[in-house]
C-alpha cells in the first residue's frame, strides 16, 4: 500500500494554509513551501516539506480539480438539457453517470498489478445496491404518479360524458352506460 505524502500527514490547519497558499496565483510553489515549513517551525513541528513534494502535491490537486470541474461541466450541460423533462429523467441521468463512473473505477483499478482493496470493492458493490435501489423506487413513484393521472383524467372524461348526456336528454341508464364505459380503463 502506498505510503501517505507528507502533505498529508500535515495538521489539518496546516495543510488548509497549505491550500490557500497553492490557490493564491501570486504565489509561487517555492514560496508556499516556504510559508509552511516557517508554520511547521513556529508551531514546534520538526517535518519540513520539500520543494517537490508540494509540486507533486500540487499537480495532483491541479489534476482532481480539472476532472471536477469536467464533470460538472458535463453534468450541466446534460441537466441542461433535460432541464424541462420530468425530474425523473435527470435522477435516471445521474444514477447512470454514477454507475459509469464505479465502473471505470473498478475497471482502471484492475490494470494495475496490484489488486482491488476489499474495501473498496464492498464501496462500489454498495454503491450500486443503492442506485438500483433508488432507481427502483423513483420508477415505482413515475409508476404511480402516472396512474392516478390516468385515473383522474378518465373520472373527468366521466363527469364531461355524464353532464353531455344530460345536455342531450339521454336516459339516466344511457348516461350510466357511457359513463361505466369511459371508467372500465381504471
Known amino acids: 500500500m502506498a505510503r501517505k505524502s507528507s502533505i498529508d500527514l500535515l495538521p489539518a490547519e496546516i495543510r488548509d494554509a497549505l491550500h490557500e497558499l497553492l490557490r493564491d496565483p501570486a ?4 514560496e508556499a513551501t516556504q510559508k509552511v515549513n516557517a508554520l511547521l517551525e513556529a508551531e514546534g513541528h520538526d517535518e519540513r516539506l520539500s520543494k517537490s513534494s508540494v509540486n507533486r502535491y500540487s499537480q495532483r490537486m491541479d489534476a482532481i480539480g480539472e476532472k471536477m470541474r469536467q464533470s460538472r461541466q458535463i453534468a450541466d450541460q446534460w441537466i441542461g438539457k433535460l432541464g424541462n423533462q420530468p425530474q425523473g429523467q435527470v435522477g435516471k441521468l445521474l444514477n447512470e453517470f454514477t454507475r459509469t463512473m464505479a465502473f471505470e473505477t473498478a475497471l482502471h483499478m484492475s490494470e ?26 423513483n420508477e415505482k413513484r413515475e409508476r404511480e404518479i402516472e396512474n392516478r393521472a390516468r385515473e383522474k383524467a378518465l373520472r373527468d372524461a366521466a363527469e364531461r360524458v355524464d353532464s353531455a ?12 352506460f357511457w359513463r361505466e364505459k369511459v371508467l372500465m380503463g381504471m
Not at 165 to 176: P, V
Request: no cysteine; glycine share 2%; aromatic share 0%.
Open 27 to 30: 504565489i509561487s510553489q517555492l
Open 112 to 137: 494495475d498489478d496490484e489488486p482491488i482493496p476489499p474495501k473498496l470493492l464492498k464501496e462500489l458493490s454498495l454503491a450500486i445496491k443503492h442506485l438500483e435501489e433508488a432507481s427502483s423506487v
Open 165 to 176: 348526456a344530460q345536455e342531450r336528454g339521454l336516459s339516466a341508464d344511457d348516461a350510466k
